[in-house]
């Protein structure tokens, strides 16, 4: 007789599916029949959690595909995916050592990064803001706010503040955006003062006006 692919698994992880037979005997059914049927009812739900396993191993095997449009799309599948297994291969495509991956590749990765919301992943999108590559710097400073870790708001705020006018226009709101998901004092003294000067970026400006009347109706 061949078995089910739950009867297949170790005891430990049939577990996860299996509730204790003290929860769910029902008057008039006997054991063996009782645990049949349940094993029909959940064999959907493991089939389901072991095909998305295999199919997580090879997105993230597609990251490192030399066509541009494969890779860029598995970056961006993970994130939809949300799993942490993805977390390091992620950083990795975000580091790119070795100089392989695109700019908007690793611009995917990053903002993954902010849909998985581990906050390991945090120092690295920090340093990725000062990359030469605009769209990874703008996606790394989204995916900040969205992680969220108090110790990203200084960073976020030195991009803001711009003394060396590294940053393009577009990174300085998306640092703007993301302080906005931070209730800190220091966060709505520097947006007042933003959006108070005259002599700022007026798109710059426009956004710390949005970000601290949002602050102030909260």
């Known amino acids: 007789m061949k078995q089910s692919r739950l009867s297949r698994l170790p005891q430990l992880v049939r577990s996860i599916f299996l509730p204790r037979k003290s929860a769910v005997v029902a008057p008039g059914v006997e054991p063996v029949n009782r645990i049949a049927s349940m094993e029909n009812q959940v064999a959907g739900s493991v089939d389901d959690v072991l095909e998305q396993a295999v199919d997580l191993t090879g997105v993230i095997a597609r990251l490192r595909s030399a066509d541009f449009e494969t890779s860029h799309h598995a970056a961006i599948e993970l994130g939809r995916i949300g799993d942490r297994a993805a977390l390091q291969p992620l950083l990795d495509v975000l580091a790119n050592t070795n100089a392989f991956f695109h700019p908007l590749v690793r611009a995917a990765a990053a903002c993954s990064l902010g849909q998985i919301r581990d906050c390991r992943a945090t120092d690295a ?28 708001i200084e960073p976020l705020m030195d991009i803001v503040a711009n003394k060396n006018g590294f940053f393009l226009s577009p990174v300085r709101q998306a640092a703007i955006h993301a302080l906005g998901q931070f209730h800190d004092a220091r966060v709505s003294s520097m947006l007042l003062a933003v959006s108070m000067n005259d002599c700022e970026d007026p798109a710059v400006r426009q956004a710390a006006k949005e970000i601290d009347r949002l602050a102030n109706h909260r």
Request: hydrophobic share 55%.
């Open 125 to 152: 999108l920090i340093a990725a803001t000062a990359d030469q590559s605009a769209e990874v710097s703008e996606a790394a400073t989204v995916a900040l706010g969205a992680i969220g870790e108090v110790h990203s």
